[in-house]
Protein backbone atom coordinates (compact mmCIF):
# COMPACT_ATOMS: atom_id res chain seq x y z
CA UNK A 1 0.00 0.00 0.00
CA UNK A 2 1.47 3.60 -0.71
CA UNK A 3 -0.30 6.47 0.26
CA UNK A 4 0.38 9.68 -2.83
CA UNK A 5 1.18 13.51 -1.53
CA UNK A 6 -0.70 15.87 -3.36
CA UNK A 7 2.80 17.69 -5.00
CA UNK A 8 5.02 15.13 -6.53
CA UNK A 9 7.71 15.96 -9.07
CA UNK A 10 8.19 14.08 -11.74
CA UNK A 11 11.57 12.53 -9.99
CA UNK A 12 9.15 11.82 -6.80
CA UNK A 13 7.12 9.84 -9.74
CA UNK A 14 10.12 8.25 -10.95
CA UNK A 15 11.30 7.07 -6.94
CA UNK A 16 7.63 5.64 -6.27
CA UNK A 17 7.74 3.48 -8.97
CA UNK A 18 10.95 2.22 -8.84
CA UNK A 19 10.50 1.49 -4.67
CA UNK A 20 7.05 -0.24 -5.04
CA UNK A 21 8.20 -2.43 -7.85
CA UNK A 22 11.01 -3.47 -6.35
CA UNK A 23 9.32 -4.21 -3.25
CA UNK A 24 6.57 -6.34 -5.41
CA UNK A 25 9.79 -8.88 -5.32
CA UNK A 26 10.53 -8.90 -2.20
CA UNK A 27 7.13 -9.01 -0.02
CA UNK A 28 5.70 -11.50 -2.63
CA UNK A 29 2.78 -8.75 -2.85
CA UNK A 30 -0.62 -9.62 -4.61
CA UNK A 31 -2.13 -6.82 -5.00
CA UNK A 32 -0.72 -2.58 -4.61
CA UNK A 33 -3.25 -0.67 -3.33
CA UNK A 34 -1.79 3.25 -4.60
CA UNK A 35 -4.18 5.79 -2.72
CA UNK A 36 -4.46 9.01 -4.55
CA UNK A 37 -6.98 10.73 -2.25
CA UNK A 38 -4.41 13.67 -1.58
CA UNK A 39 -3.42 14.26 -5.34
CA UNK A 40 -5.19 17.33 -6.59
CA UNK A 41 -3.65 17.10 -10.23
CA UNK A 42 -3.21 14.03 -12.49
CA UNK A 43 -2.22 15.32 -15.70
CA UNK A 44 -0.56 12.91 -18.50
CA UNK A 45 2.62 12.64 -16.81
CA UNK A 46 1.23 10.68 -13.48
CA UNK A 47 -1.12 8.98 -15.71
CA UNK A 48 2.06 7.70 -17.71
CA UNK A 49 3.60 6.72 -14.32
CA UNK A 50 0.82 4.93 -13.05
CA UNK A 51 0.37 2.69 -15.93
CA UNK A 52 3.78 1.65 -16.48
CA UNK A 53 3.85 1.28 -13.07
CA UNK A 54 0.74 -0.78 -13.22
CA UNK A 55 1.89 -2.79 -16.30
CA UNK A 56 5.31 -3.90 -14.15
CA UNK A 57 3.33 -4.91 -11.36
CA UNK A 58 1.19 -7.15 -13.54
CA UNK A 59 4.41 -8.46 -15.06
CA UNK A 60 5.28 -9.84 -11.16
CA UNK A 61 1.70 -11.55 -10.91
CA UNK A 62 0.02 -8.99 -9.09
CA UNK A 63 -2.68 -6.11 -9.44
CA UNK A 64 -2.92 -2.58 -8.84
CA UNK A 65 -5.36 -0.74 -7.43
CA UNK A 66 -6.25 2.80 -7.55
CA UNK A 67 -8.16 4.52 -4.82
CA UNK A 68 -9.59 7.71 -3.84
CA UNK A 69 -9.13 9.77 -7.23
CA UNK A 70 -11.45 12.58 -6.64
CA UNK A 71 -14.46 13.70 -8.47
CA UNK A 72 -12.79 16.98 -9.74
CA UNK A 73 -9.62 15.03 -10.51
CA UNK A 74 -11.76 11.83 -12.18
CA UNK A 75 -13.83 14.87 -14.69
CA UNK A 76 -10.51 16.65 -15.23
CA UNK A 77 -8.71 13.06 -16.80
CA UNK A 78 -11.59 12.44 -18.43
CA UNK A 79 -11.81 15.17 -20.18
CA UNK A 80 -8.05 15.54 -20.71
CA UNK A 81 -8.51 11.47 -22.41
CA UNK A 82 -6.30 10.18 -19.73
CA UNK A 83 -8.96 8.21 -18.39
CA UNK A 84 -8.80 5.35 -20.84
CA UNK A 85 -5.23 4.70 -20.50
CA UNK A 86 -5.99 3.27 -17.33
CA UNK A 87 -8.68 1.02 -19.00
CA UNK A 88 -8.07 -2.47 -17.21
CA UNK A 89 -6.28 -1.11 -13.58
CA UNK A 90 -8.62 -1.91 -10.92
CA UNK A 91 -10.19 1.41 -9.02
CA UNK A 92 -11.80 1.80 -5.75
CA UNK A 93 -13.78 4.26 -3.93
CA UNK A 94 -11.04 5.01 -0.75
CA UNK A 95 -8.84 2.76 0.84
CA UNK A 96 -11.50 0.70 2.88
CA UNK A 97 -13.45 -0.36 -0.86
CA UNK A 98 -9.83 -1.11 -1.98
CA UNK A 99 -7.88 -2.98 0.27
CA UNK A 100 -11.60 -5.33 0.86
CA UNK A 101 -10.91 -5.24 -2.87
CA UNK A 102 -7.43 -6.38 -2.49
CA UNK A 103 -8.37 -9.30 0.01
CA UNK A 104 -10.89 -10.67 -2.26
CA UNK A 105 -8.16 -11.16 -5.00
CA UNK A 106 -5.13 -12.54 -2.34
CA UNK B 1 -31.35 36.63 -5.28
CA UNK B 2 -29.10 37.72 -2.14
CA UNK B 3 -27.82 40.68 -1.67
CA UNK B 4 -24.40 39.92 -0.68
CA UNK B 5 -23.76 38.15 -3.51
CA UNK B 6 -24.41 41.21 -5.71
CA UNK B 7 -21.77 43.53 -6.37
CA UNK B 8 -19.99 44.47 -9.66
CA UNK B 9 -15.89 45.60 -9.13
CA UNK B 10 -14.76 48.62 -9.51
CA UNK B 11 -13.14 48.32 -12.60
CA UNK B 12 -16.30 46.69 -14.04
CA UNK B 13 -18.09 50.24 -13.02
CA UNK B 14 -15.10 51.94 -14.81
CA UNK B 15 -15.41 50.25 -17.68
CA UNK B 16 -19.38 50.41 -17.85
CA UNK B 17 -18.81 54.73 -17.74
CA UNK B 18 -16.15 54.45 -20.12
CA UNK B 19 -18.19 52.55 -22.89
CA UNK B 20 -21.38 55.15 -21.88
CA UNK B 21 -18.73 57.90 -22.43
CA UNK B 22 -19.80 59.01 -19.07
CA UNK B 23 -17.32 62.63 -18.29
CA UNK B 24 -16.52 65.01 -15.96
CA UNK B 25 -18.56 67.20 -18.00
CA UNK B 26 -21.67 65.13 -17.85
CA UNK B 27 -21.02 64.75 -14.05
CA UNK B 28 -20.72 68.46 -13.65
CA UNK B 29 -23.91 69.69 -16.25
CA UNK B 30 -25.80 67.13 -13.56
CA UNK B 31 -24.91 68.82 -10.67
CA UNK B 32 -25.44 71.44 -11.92
CA UNK B 33 -29.30 70.67 -12.74
CA UNK B 34 -29.58 69.42 -9.03
CA UNK B 35 -31.14 72.54 -7.99
CA UNK B 36 -33.69 72.63 -10.52
CA UNK B 37 -34.28 68.92 -10.10
CA UNK B 38 -35.44 69.51 -6.25
CA UNK B 39 -37.80 72.29 -7.51
CA UNK B 40 -38.92 69.43 -9.63
CA UNK B 41 -38.62 66.11 -7.76
CA UNK B 42 -42.59 66.84 -6.05
CA UNK B 43 -44.65 66.81 -9.52
CA UNK B 44 -42.37 64.72 -11.09
CA UNK B 45 -43.92 62.27 -8.86
CA UNK B 46 -47.27 63.46 -8.47
CA UNK B 47 -47.42 63.13 -12.03
CA UNK B 48 -44.96 59.84 -12.55
CA UNK B 49 -48.09 57.60 -10.12
CA UNK B 50 -51.05 59.06 -11.65
CA UNK B 51 -49.34 57.15 -15.20
CA UNK B 52 -48.46 54.49 -13.08
CA UNK B 53 -51.68 53.90 -11.94
CA UNK B 54 -53.57 54.57 -14.51
CA UNK B 55 -52.28 51.13 -15.65
CA UNK B 56 -53.94 47.88 -14.30
CA UNK B 57 -49.95 46.11 -13.92
CA UNK B 58 -49.34 49.42 -11.81
CA UNK B 59 -51.94 49.77 -9.64
CA UNK B 60 -51.58 45.88 -8.77
CA UNK B 61 -48.35 47.15 -6.89
CA UNK B 62 -49.29 49.90 -4.92
CA UNK B 63 -52.57 48.77 -3.12
CA UNK B 64 -51.75 49.81 -0.14
CA UNK B 65 -51.77 53.70 0.37
CA UNK B 66 -49.22 53.60 3.01
CA UNK B 67 -46.62 51.27 0.76
CA UNK B 68 -47.67 53.74 -1.95
CA UNK B 69 -46.77 56.84 0.23
CA UNK B 70 -43.24 55.17 1.38
CA UNK B 71 -42.70 54.40 -2.22
CA UNK B 72 -43.22 58.04 -4.10
CA UNK B 73 -40.88 59.03 -1.00
CA UNK B 74 -37.93 56.41 -2.05
CA UNK B 75 -38.65 57.66 -5.54
CA UNK B 76 -38.43 60.85 -5.11
CA UNK B 77 -34.96 60.15 -3.47
CA UNK B 78 -34.21 57.70 -6.12
CA UNK B 79 -34.71 60.80 -9.33
CA UNK B 80 -32.48 62.60 -6.67
CA UNK B 81 -29.77 60.75 -6.89
CA UNK B 82 -29.17 61.29 -10.64
CA UNK B 83 -28.35 65.03 -9.91
CA UNK B 84 -26.35 64.59 -6.79
CA UNK B 85 -23.29 63.64 -8.42
CA UNK B 86 -22.04 60.86 -6.62
CA UNK B 87 -21.79 58.18 -8.91
CA UNK B 88 -19.44 55.96 -7.14
CA UNK B 89 -19.82 52.90 -5.22
CA UNK B 90 -22.54 53.58 -3.09
CA UNK B 91 -24.77 54.29 -5.78
CA UNK B 92 -23.94 51.80 -7.27
CA UNK B 93 -24.97 49.65 -4.44
CA UNK B 94 -28.01 51.27 -3.76
CA UNK B 95 -28.98 50.79 -7.60
CA UNK B 96 -28.42 47.51 -7.49
CA UNK B 97 -30.35 46.94 -4.00
CA UNK B 98 -33.41 48.72 -5.74
CA UNK B 99 -33.06 46.05 -8.75
CA UNK B 100 -33.36 43.58 -6.61
CA UNK B 101 -36.15 44.95 -4.81
CA UNK B 102 -37.91 45.26 -8.21
CA UNK B 103 -37.51 41.39 -8.62
CA UNK B 104 -38.37 40.44 -5.64
CA UNK B 105 -41.89 42.04 -5.75
CA UNK B 106 -42.23 40.42 -9.14
CA UNK B 107 -42.14 44.02 -11.22
CA UNK B 108 -41.13 42.94 -14.74
CA UNK B 109 -38.89 44.36 -16.69
CA UNK B 110 -40.87 45.62 -19.51
CA UNK B 111 -42.71 47.79 -17.12
CA UNK B 112 -38.99 49.00 -14.79
CA UNK B 113 -38.02 50.56 -18.33
CA UNK B 114 -41.38 51.79 -19.39
CA UNK B 115 -41.46 53.84 -15.92
CA UNK B 116 -37.90 55.14 -16.79
CA UNK B 117 -39.13 56.12 -20.21
CA UNK B 118 -41.44 57.98 -18.75
CA UNK B 119 -39.42 59.87 -16.46
CA UNK B 120 -36.71 60.67 -19.15
CA UNK B 121 -39.93 61.91 -21.35
CA UNK B 122 -41.23 63.96 -18.75
CA UNK B 123 -37.72 65.52 -17.33
CA UNK B 124 -36.66 66.13 -21.10
CA UNK B 125 -39.73 68.60 -21.50
CA UNK B 126 -38.66 70.56 -18.23
CA UNK B 127 -35.45 71.00 -19.40
CA UNK B 128 -36.54 72.12 -22.35
CA UNK B 129 -38.56 74.77 -20.78
CA UNK B 130 -36.10 75.66 -18.15
CA UNK B 131 -33.67 76.71 -20.97
CA UNK B 132 -36.36 77.86 -23.29
CA UNK B 133 -33.67 80.51 -24.76
CA UNK B 134 -30.79 77.94 -24.70
CA UNK B 135 -32.05 75.01 -26.42
CA UNK B 136 -28.63 73.41 -27.17
CA UNK B 137 -27.79 73.58 -23.04
CA UNK B 138 -31.18 71.61 -22.45
CA UNK B 139 -30.41 68.40 -25.38
CA UNK B 140 -26.43 68.73 -23.80
CA UNK B 141 -28.23 67.86 -19.97
CA UNK B 142 -30.42 65.68 -21.36
CA UNK B 143 -27.75 63.17 -22.70
CA UNK B 144 -25.86 63.47 -20.00
CA UNK B 145 -28.76 62.25 -17.85
CA UNK B 146 -29.58 59.46 -20.84
CA UNK B 147 -25.88 57.90 -20.40
CA UNK B 148 -26.84 57.84 -16.25
CA UNK B 149 -30.03 56.33 -17.12
CA UNK B 150 -28.56 53.42 -19.31
CA UNK B 151 -25.77 53.04 -16.59
CA UNK B 152 -28.84 52.45 -13.94
CA UNK B 153 -30.24 50.52 -17.01
CA UNK B 154 -27.39 48.13 -17.12
CA UNK B 155 -27.32 47.74 -13.22
CA UNK B 156 -30.80 46.65 -12.79
CA UNK B 157 -30.74 44.13 -15.82
CA UNK B 158 -27.47 42.84 -14.46
CA UNK B 159 -30.29 42.05 -11.16
CA UNK B 160 -32.58 40.21 -13.38
CA UNK B 161 -30.12 38.18 -15.18
CA UNK B 162 -28.01 37.19 -12.30
CA UNK B 163 -31.41 35.97 -10.94
CA UNK B 164 -33.00 34.19 -14.21
CA UNK B 165 -29.17 31.77 -13.75
CA UNK B 166 -29.76 31.31 -10.27
CA UNK B 167 -33.16 29.98 -11.02
CA UNK B 168 -31.69 27.85 -13.79
CA UNK B 169 -29.38 26.49 -12.04
CA UNK B 170 -31.83 25.54 -8.80
CA UNK B 171 -34.53 23.90 -11.93
CA UNK B 172 -31.08 21.75 -13.32
CA UNK B 173 -30.47 20.58 -9.93
CA UNK B 174 -33.78 19.91 -9.21
CA UNK B 175 -34.50 17.88 -12.73
CA UNK B 176 -31.80 15.82 -11.53
CA UNK B 177 -31.92 13.74 -8.63
CA UNK B 178 -29.15 11.28 -7.72
CA UNK B 179 -31.02 8.72 -5.38
CA UNK B 180 -29.88 5.85 -3.55
CA UNK B 181 -31.99 2.59 -3.76
CA UNK B 182 -30.05 0.68 -1.25
CA UNK B 183 -26.33 0.61 0.30
CA UNK B 184 -23.78 1.43 -2.19
CA UNK B 185 -26.69 1.41 -5.04
CA UNK B 186 -27.50 4.73 -6.68
CA UNK B 187 -29.75 6.01 -9.43
CA UNK B 188 -29.94 8.53 -11.75
CA UNK B 189 -33.00 9.45 -13.83
CA UNK B 190 -31.99 11.80 -16.24
CA UNK B 191 -35.24 13.88 -17.60
CA UNK B 192 -35.14 16.23 -20.35
CA UNK B 193 -32.50 17.25 -23.24
CA UNK B 194 -29.03 17.03 -22.47
CA UNK B 195 -26.98 20.31 -23.19
CA UNK B 196 -23.03 20.23 -22.68
CA UNK B 197 -23.62 22.51 -19.74
CA UNK B 198 -26.13 20.13 -18.05
CA UNK B 199 -24.16 17.63 -18.70
CA UNK B 200 -21.34 19.00 -16.81
CA UNK B 201 -23.22 19.69 -14.10
CA UNK B 202 -24.77 16.78 -13.93
CA UNK B 203 -21.34 14.41 -13.71
CA UNK B 204 -20.26 16.42 -11.28
CA UNK B 205 -23.05 16.02 -9.12
CA UNK B 206 -23.24 12.09 -9.67
CA UNK B 207 -19.74 12.25 -9.02
CA UNK B 208 -20.10 13.76 -5.82
CA UNK B 209 -23.26 11.55 -5.14
CA UNK B 210 -20.76 8.82 -5.56
CA UNK B 211 -17.96 9.79 -2.79
CA UNK B 212 -20.45 10.90 -0.42
CA UNK B 213 -23.00 7.53 -0.49
CA UNK B 214 -20.21 5.50 -0.71
CA UNK B 215 -21.54 4.12 -4.03
CA UNK B 216 -20.06 1.23 -6.14
CA UNK B 217 -23.17 0.84 -9.03
CA UNK B 218 -24.65 3.66 -10.57
CA UNK B 219 -27.89 2.81 -13.03
CA UNK B 220 -28.17 5.95 -15.10
CA UNK B 221 -31.80 5.36 -16.84
CA UNK B 222 -31.64 7.81 -20.08
CA UNK B 223 -35.67 6.81 -21.46
CA UNK B 224 -36.55 10.56 -20.21
CA UNK B 225 -33.99 12.05 -22.69
CA UNK B 226 -35.79 13.21 -25.97
CA UNK B 227 -32.72 12.51 -28.21
CA UNK B 228 -29.71 10.55 -27.36
CA UNK B 229 -27.03 11.94 -30.61
CA UNK B 230 -23.47 11.21 -30.44
CA UNK B 231 -22.87 14.40 -28.55
CA UNK B 232 -25.17 13.03 -25.30
CA UNK B 233 -23.68 9.90 -26.08
CA UNK B 234 -20.51 10.94 -25.47
CA UNK B 235 -21.36 12.92 -22.46
CA UNK B 236 -22.88 9.30 -21.06
CA UNK B 237 -19.67 7.56 -22.16
CA UNK B 238 -17.43 10.54 -20.21
CA UNK B 239 -19.51 10.10 -17.21
CA UNK B 240 -19.22 6.49 -17.01
CA UNK B 241 -15.35 6.85 -17.35
CA UNK B 242 -15.60 9.26 -14.47
CA UNK B 243 -17.39 7.11 -12.52
CA UNK B 244 -15.38 4.19 -13.31
CA UNK B 245 -12.05 5.85 -12.29
CA UNK B 246 -13.72 6.41 -8.22
CA UNK B 247 -14.51 3.12 -8.37
CA UNK B 248 -17.69 2.85 -9.66
CA UNK B 249 -19.81 0.90 -12.35
CA UNK B 250 -22.56 2.37 -14.39
CA UNK B 251 -25.17 0.56 -16.25
CA UNK B 252 -26.75 2.58 -18.50
CA UNK B 253 -30.67 2.00 -19.16
CA UNK B 254 -33.16 3.07 -21.96
CA UNK B 255 -31.19 3.52 -24.64
CA UNK B 256 -33.09 1.51 -27.02
CA UNK B 257 -31.16 -0.91 -29.26
CA UNK B 258 -31.77 1.12 -32.35
CA UNK B 259 -30.20 4.37 -30.94
CA UNK B 260 -27.58 2.19 -29.99
CA UNK B 261 -26.72 0.92 -33.19
CA UNK B 262 -27.00 4.34 -35.16
CA UNK B 263 -24.89 5.76 -32.42
CA UNK B 264 -21.99 2.86 -33.08
CA UNK B 265 -22.40 3.58 -36.29
CA UNK B 266 -21.25 7.04 -36.50
CA UNK B 267 -18.55 6.17 -34.15
CA UNK B 268 -19.32 6.21 -31.08
CA UNK B 269 -17.75 4.00 -29.03
CA UNK B 270 -20.29 2.35 -26.39
CA UNK B 271 -18.00 -0.77 -25.51
CA UNK B 272 -16.39 0.41 -22.10
CA UNK B 273 -20.82 1.07 -21.39
CA UNK B 274 -22.27 -1.30 -19.38
CA UNK B 275 -26.69 -1.27 -20.70
CA UNK B 276 -29.35 -2.79 -19.69
CA UNK B 277 -32.98 -3.04 -21.56
CA UNK B 278 -35.03 -1.05 -19.07
CA UNK B 279 -34.43 0.93 -15.15
CA UNK B 280 -35.77 -2.71 -13.47
CA UNK B 281 -33.48 -4.51 -15.28
CA UNK B 282 -30.60 -2.65 -14.63
CA UNK B 283 -31.36 -2.51 -10.97
CA UNK B 284 -31.82 -6.44 -10.95
CA UNK B 285 -28.23 -6.65 -12.43
CA UNK B 286 -26.52 -3.60 -10.23
CA UNK B 287 -28.32 -5.65 -7.44
CA UNK B 288 -26.39 -8.93 -8.63
CA UNK B 289 -23.35 -7.51 -9.06
CA UNK B 290 -23.49 -5.78 -5.67
CA UNK B 291 -23.97 -9.02 -4.24
CA UNK B 292 -27.53 -8.62 -3.04
CA UNK B 293 -29.94 -11.45 -4.04
CA UNK B 294 -33.77 -10.95 -4.56
CA UNK B 295 -35.73 -13.43 -2.82
CA UNK B 296 -39.67 -13.42 -2.77
CA UNK B 297 -41.66 -12.82 0.65
CA UNK B 298 -43.87 -14.87 1.19
CA UNK B 299 -46.44 -12.53 2.93
CA UNK B 300 -48.75 -13.95 5.88
CA UNK B 301 -51.69 -15.78 5.25
CA UNK C 1 -10.16 43.94 -21.22
CA UNK C 2 -8.02 44.82 -18.06
CA UNK C 3 -4.20 43.29 -17.76
CA UNK C 4 -2.65 42.18 -14.78
CA UNK C 5 -0.54 38.84 -14.79
CA UNK C 6 1.67 36.73 -12.88
CA UNK C 7 4.88 35.19 -13.95
CA UNK C 8 5.75 31.75 -12.97
CA UNK C 9 9.04 30.93 -14.42
CA UNK C 10 9.97 27.26 -15.50
CA UNK C 11 13.34 26.02 -14.46
CA UNK C 12 12.90 22.87 -13.53
CA UNK C 13 10.17 20.10 -12.85
CA UNK C 14 9.36 21.67 -9.69
CA UNK C 15 8.11 24.35 -10.98
CA UNK C 16 5.21 22.72 -12.57
CA UNK C 17 3.96 22.35 -9.43
CA UNK C 18 4.40 25.78 -8.75
CA UNK C 19 2.48 27.03 -11.57
CA UNK C 20 -0.41 24.59 -11.31
CA UNK C 21 -0.79 26.22 -7.89
CA UNK C 22 -0.51 29.56 -9.07
CA UNK C 23 -3.23 28.92 -11.92
CA UNK C 24 -5.71 27.32 -9.21
CA UNK C 25 -5.05 29.97 -6.86
CA UNK C 26 -5.94 32.77 -9.64
CA UNK C 27 -8.75 30.75 -10.54
CA UNK C 28 -10.33 30.36 -7.03
CA UNK C 29 -10.51 33.95 -6.57
CA UNK C 30 -12.11 34.62 -10.01
CA UNK C 31 -14.82 32.20 -8.44
CA UNK C 32 -14.12 29.03 -10.76
CA UNK C 33 -15.84 26.07 -9.50
CA UNK C 34 -13.66 23.22 -8.10
CA UNK C 35 -14.01 21.28 -11.46
CA UNK C 36 -12.59 24.08 -13.54
CA UNK C 37 -9.89 24.72 -10.78
CA UNK C 38 -8.90 21.33 -11.22
CA UNK C 39 -9.32 21.83 -15.00
CA UNK C 40 -7.20 24.71 -15.33
CA UNK C 41 -4.28 23.40 -13.25
CA UNK C 42 -3.90 20.28 -15.23
CA UNK C 43 -3.74 22.00 -18.35
CA UNK C 44 -0.91 24.27 -16.85
CA UNK C 45 1.07 21.19 -15.72
CA UNK C 46 0.54 19.94 -18.95
CA UNK C 47 2.03 22.97 -20.75
CA UNK C 48 4.46 23.66 -18.45
CA UNK C 49 6.00 19.95 -18.41
CA UNK C 50 5.84 20.77 -22.27
CA UNK C 51 8.34 23.50 -21.70
CA UNK C 52 10.64 21.69 -19.21
CA UNK C 53 10.22 18.56 -21.58
CA UNK C 54 11.55 20.15 -25.06
CA UNK C 55 12.78 23.71 -24.44
CA UNK C 56 14.62 23.37 -20.94
CA UNK C 57 13.62 26.36 -19.59
CA UNK C 58 10.51 29.20 -20.63
CA UNK C 59 7.80 30.83 -18.31
CA UNK C 60 4.05 30.32 -17.94
CA UNK C 61 2.05 33.86 -17.82
CA UNK C 62 -1.34 33.67 -15.69
CA UNK C 63 -4.02 36.33 -16.14
CA UNK C 64 -6.83 37.89 -15.15
CA UNK C 65 -8.95 38.98 -17.93
CA UNK C 66 -12.49 40.09 -18.28
CA UNK C 67 -14.88 40.84 -21.01
CA UNK C 68 -18.10 42.98 -19.27
CA UNK C 69 -18.86 40.80 -15.98
CA UNK C 70 -17.60 37.92 -17.49
CA UNK C 71 -14.32 36.69 -15.53
CA UNK C 72 -11.63 34.53 -16.80
CA UNK C 73 -8.01 33.45 -16.69
CA UNK C 74 -5.40 33.92 -19.86
CA UNK C 75 -2.86 31.22 -19.41
CA UNK C 76 0.36 31.60 -21.60
CA UNK C 77 3.50 28.99 -21.78
CA UNK C 78 6.12 30.29 -23.25
CA UNK C 79 9.63 29.11 -24.56
CA UNK C 80 12.78 30.05 -26.60
CA UNK C 81 13.15 26.02 -27.45
CA UNK C 82 13.77 24.07 -30.82
CA UNK C 83 10.07 24.89 -31.98
CA UNK C 84 7.30 22.27 -33.16
CA UNK C 85 8.38 21.16 -36.47
CA UNK C 86 4.72 19.93 -37.81
CA UNK C 87 2.43 21.72 -34.94
CA UNK C 88 -0.75 20.00 -36.87
CA UNK C 89 1.02 16.34 -35.71
CA UNK C 90 1.13 17.47 -32.63
CA UNK C 91 -2.64 18.73 -31.84
CA UNK C 92 -3.31 14.41 -32.52
CA UNK C 93 -4.32 12.72 -29.54
CA UNK C 94 -1.43 9.98 -29.04
CA UNK C 95 1.56 11.46 -31.09
CA UNK C 96 4.56 12.01 -29.00
CA UNK C 97 8.55 12.64 -29.84
CA UNK C 98 9.24 12.88 -25.91
CA UNK C 99 7.89 9.40 -24.50
CA UNK C 100 5.25 10.49 -23.57
CA UNK C 101 1.10 9.95 -23.70
CA UNK C 102 0.65 12.60 -26.52
CA UNK C 103 -2.24 14.15 -24.81
CA UNK C 104 -0.52 17.05 -23.51
CA UNK C 105 -1.78 19.79 -26.23
CA UNK C 106 -4.47 18.25 -27.59
CA UNK C 107 -6.28 17.66 -23.99
CA UNK C 108 -5.62 21.03 -22.98
CA UNK C 109 -7.36 22.22 -26.58
CA UNK C 110 -10.61 20.05 -25.71
CA UNK C 111 -10.52 21.76 -22.27
CA UNK C 112 -10.06 25.06 -22.94
CA UNK C 113 -12.35 28.06 -24.36
CA UNK C 114 -9.95 29.30 -26.51
CA UNK C 115 -6.55 27.86 -27.83
CA UNK C 116 -3.64 28.80 -30.10
CA UNK C 117 -0.15 27.58 -31.05
CA UNK C 118 2.88 29.64 -32.27
CA UNK C 119 5.49 27.91 -32.64
CA UNK C 120 8.60 29.17 -35.09
CA UNK C 121 11.47 26.36 -35.21
CA UNK C 122 14.54 27.10 -33.56
CA UNK C 123 12.98 29.82 -32.32
CA UNK C 124 10.29 28.79 -28.95
CA UNK C 125 6.73 27.87 -28.92
CA UNK C 126 4.06 30.11 -27.32
CA UNK C 127 0.57 28.08 -26.11
CA UNK C 128 -2.19 30.16 -24.94
CA UNK C 129 -5.61 29.58 -23.56
CA UNK C 130 -8.39 30.69 -22.31
CA UNK C 131 -10.79 29.44 -19.64
CA UNK C 132 -13.91 31.35 -18.37
CA UNK C 133 -16.08 31.40 -15.34
CA UNK C 134 -18.85 29.06 -16.05
Redesign the interface.
Given at each position: MASIQS?L???DWMKLSADLSSQIGELRARAVVLDLTLM??????A??VLRTLAQTVTLRGAQTI??G???????????????????GIL????LE??LDMAEALV | MKLDTLTISEDEVISRKDFLEFRDDDLKALVDAHEMAQTYAEPVIEDFYQYLLSFSHGRSFFQDPVVLARVKQAQKNYFLDLTRGDYGPEYVKNRLRIGAVHQRIGLPFQTYLGMYNWYLRNVANRFFEAYADNPGHALKLLLSLTKLVFFDVGLAMEVYLRTIEEQQEAIKELSTPVLQLREGLLILPIVGALNSARARQLTEQLLRAIASRRAKMVVMDVTGVPAVDSKVANHLVQTVAASRLMGATVIVTGLTPEVAQALVAIGVDLSSVKTAGDLQSGIEEAELLLGYRVVKVETAP | MSQEYQRVPIKSEADIVLARQGGRRLAAELGFSSTDQTLLATAISELARNVVQYAGTGEVLLSAIAIGSRRGIQVSAMDQGPGISDPELAMRDGYSTGGSLGLGLPGTRRLADDFSLVTVLGEGTTVTFKMWVR
Open positions: ATDADVMDSFTRLVIQPDVAIAMVQLGLAQRLDTALNHG | - | -
